[in-house]
Each structure stands twice: as C-alpha cells, then as structure tokens.
C-alpha cells in the first residue's frame, strides 16, 4: 500500500531520462550532420578553388604563353611527298599554341592519306612541332577505265601497297615519274573495289602481293621480270613476263611453284629454249609450250632508274 506513489515517481523520473536521452541524441546527430557538412562544403569549395586555379595558371603558364607559340615544324618523311603537301594535310597554322594543338588531330588528317601508312607528331619544347610520316610503298598498279559525266572515258592508273590498299589515282599514266612506271600490272580487279585508302580484300589479290614478295628472294629473281599479273580466274593467277612467258601459278604453295619454274628456266636455257606459255598450278606434271626457234625475245628492262624507259608498256 505505501509502496503505490513511490513507484509512479520512480516511472515520472525513468520517462523523463528517456525524453532527456532523446533530446541529447537529436542534438548530438544534428552536430555531427552539421559538421559533416560543413566539411563537406569546404571540401567542394577547396575543389572548386584549386579547379579554377589550376586552370588559370595553365592558360596563363601554357595555353596562352607566346614562348610555346609554333615557329618551327620539323617535317620528315620516308617516301617522296613533298614538305607543301605534307604541311597541307597536316593542317596546323603558324604561331599556333603548342599545348593548345590536337596533336591526335593531326595524326588523323595525315593519315587519312592514302598515300600515308603511319605519321607520328610530338611536342619539342619550347616552338617546335616535330612530324614523322611513314609512306606506303607502291609495289603493284592497277590500270583501270572510268566514265566520265561527259560520255567519255578517262584512264586511272591505281596504285597498290603491300598490305592491298589502294592509293590515289593517277589521270595520266604517262605522266608517272620513272620510279614507279615499271611496276608490275595487275589486271581483272573489279573497278568497286577501288576505294583509295582502303584495302582490297580479294583472295587473288593477296596472292599475288605475296607472288610479288616472294619473287625477289625466289630462284627466279634476276631471271625474268614480271610484267602483268590476271587476277581474274578463281584459283590461279596468270603471269605475264617481260620475257614473253606466260605462266600459270595456284594461288597457294608458291615457293614451290617459284622452283619449279626455275627447273623449267634451267632446262630450257640447257637446250637453248624459251617458254611461251607454262603451267605451274598442276602438280602432277609441268606442261610446257615453248617459243618458236628464231623468233625475237622481247626486250629486256634495263636495271635502275632507266628501268621504265627501256621496258615497253603492257597490252591492256
């Protein structure tokens, strides 16, 4: 009976903890969320301010220093583009800013050259921009015939890398400078497949770039010339040499197919004989035509630069 009110003061006292305890708790988080906060904010604003500054000091110390301006572009190539052509392509303006130049910009525009394999550009501190361009080097050409808008034709004579891509037409195959005149012709590749810049993905085409490689370090090298390859048929490639020979290869296993020929040269110069016409795809036997006693060899191309002079042009 006596024990009744001073139990409700104990229960008045543990409820007034409790509001009490609650009250120090909000207290204590609204603290801490505050000062999160505010570090928060001074980090962002810190942020902001080395941001700002930053940038500031690099347009100032860099970007738009005039000691970094362009006065010297060290332009080199490997082939024969001239410097006029190449500053042209590269597209880059004088006094330029140095730091403030693309320099994956004028990557680009080289090497969306055709004639263009691989460029590198890099900064020399403190004005010199230095370039180095790798050309692609023609190994074949391809004669080809186009309609003009006129009603006429105009011969476009291609030319063709290693790797099969194709580089700007010439308009006058006349006009080509001695160096490249002689190289061997290809003939039957669809004029579409033509696409300046871009590789012709043909399984005939990519045999005779490596018929084309192969041959220089063959038995038959210094032997005989080539003149015109025919990548029309399938699957074998019809030679044509400088010699007067025609010859038949598979577009597969030509290392072999070279030492057969050399076989065949051999024999023949043993009994004073020339080819005209031989058939190196079939394995099991060598059928061989050879020229008529007494007629005239063709001419033989001289070695050098004189090399296209001396050589008369292919029958297209």
Partial sequence: MWNAPRNRRRHRQSLLDVKLSLGEIRRARWVVASRLGGVLL??????????????????????????????????????????????AWADVKPGENLFGLDLLRVKRNLEAVPAISSAAVDRVLPDTLRVRVVERRPVAQVLVYRRRAEGDYVRLLYQMDGDGYVMEPSPAPEQLSQGVSWLPLFTGIEPGL???????????VHAALEL?????????AGLVQLQQVEVSAPLTLMVRTWQGAEVTLGLTQLDRQLRRWRFIHDYGREHRRVPATLDLSIKNNLPVRWQEPGSPPAPVPAKGPARAAARPRPNV
């Fill in 42 to 87: 001074g980090a962002a604003l810190l942020f902001f301010g080395v941001w700002r500054g930053g940038e500031w000091l690099l347009q100032r110390l860099f970007y738009n220093n005039g000691a970094f301006a362009i006065r010297t572009v060290d332009l080199r190539t490997d082939g024969r583009l001239s410097e006029a052509q190449l500053h």
């Fill in 194 to 204: 033509l696409l300046p810049g871009r590789a012709v993905h043909q399984p005939q």
């Fill in 212 to 220: 084309l490689q192969q041959f220089d370090r063959s038995p038959m």
